[in-house]
């Protein structure tokens, strides 16, 4: 999956979080009183997923994710007749990123040469989230990302950083109060430029 693929996926989800979004604006509804408690407390989850990644313009591997995040309420926002909830996220999580390249020889044909690495990574994305009823919100994500690379195939860390850091932005939607369904493209800022692809599933503890 390259990266162009990766951009038409999160392009996909998008339009499908808002095509959700919309339909439940349009189902009639009471006027709703806002539970101010309840939308202001701290929240923990657990996730995982899948993921994506590749390094110096590589083709992309496949990998996962597994960790925890705390989503903290800052504040309550008001724009027009509309509240947004203004959250911080910190986390922890293991990752498995890489990339493959492919050579051709004369003698060999055509062959590839793939590296791996694991690393721990700690998101801490800022995210204005709108709530739509009961069971449907959705949410914008955008912050920093820092990594450090604990082990890997042979060879990965000449070819990787041990220290990663970069920018993390995607869309989250909360559904059936205890889920969430994430997609988040992080680009890296370090010298070996590792681009990655997440699909993530939360559950809030």
């Known amino acids: 999956m390259n990266r162009n693929s990766l951009k038409i996926a999160l392009t996909a989800i998008l339009i499908f979080c808002a095509s959700a979004m919309a339909d439940e604006e349009e189902k009639p509804t009471e006027t709703k009183k806002v539970d101010t408690a309840a939308i202001m407390k701290r929240v923990y989850n657990f996730r995982g997923g ?52 492919r050579y051709y020889s004369l003698f060999n044909g055509y062959y590839s040469r793939s590296f791996d690495a694991y690393y721990l990574e700690m998101p801490v994305p800022f995210s204005f989230k709108k709530t739509f009823s009961e069971n449907i919100s959705a949410r914008a994500d955008f912050g920093p990302y820092i990594a450090f690379g604990l082990f890997g195939t042979q060879k ?5 950083s041990r220290f990663d850091a970069g920018i993390i932005y995607g869309t989250v939607i909360d559904f059936a109060k205890k889920y969430s369904l994430g997609a988040h493209v992080g680009t890296g800022l370090s010298d070996d430029d590792i681009y990655s692809f997440y699909m993530t599933l939360s559950y809030k503890l």
């Open 156 to 160: 990965a860390f000449d070819e990787l």
């Open 50 to 101: 899948i993921n994506f990644s590749s390094a110096y313009n590589s083709r992309s591997v496949f990998g996962f994710h597994v960790g925890g995040m705390a989503d903290i309420p800052l504040n309550l926002v008001d724009l027009g007749n509309e509240a947004y909830l203004f959250e911080f996220h910190v986390g922890a999580q293991f990752v498995k990123k890489g990339g493959k390249y």
